[in-house]
């Protein structure tokens, strides 16, 4: 059901729709003023972060090889693939995840 209603005065019918423009402008400004939270730093240890380096770079390398393939620079994304895959191993042992 609305606010407005047949028996409203004209002139509030008038005003509603300049008031809730007004009201709107307002509410984005504040929030856009309110500090945005910073994510907490995680606890994540430097054996963490490599692994996780290598493995994006080992999804890049996939997702460059699915796109190539069949095609002009399949047999470089191949390459790129499996030395990302070496660096990701290298990475794993490194830091005691892989036998």
Request: aromatic share 2%; hydrophobic share 50%.
């Amino acid at each position: 059901m609305s606010a407005i209603d047949k028996n409203v005065d004209p002139l509030a019918r008038l005003l509603a729709p300049v008031v809730r423009q007004m009201l709107i402008a307002e509410v984005e400004r504040l929030a856009a003023a309110i500090p945005v939270a910073k994510p907490k730093a995680t606890s994540a240890s430097k054996a963490d972060d490599d692994i996780m380096e290598a493995c994006r770079q080992v999804a890049n390398a996939a997702d460059a090889l699915a796109q190539a393939r069949f095609g002009v620079g399949e047999i470089a994304a191949r390459k790129s693939l499996e030395r990302a895959a070496t660096f990701l191993g290298r990475a794993m042992r490194k830091h005691g995840r892989m036998p």
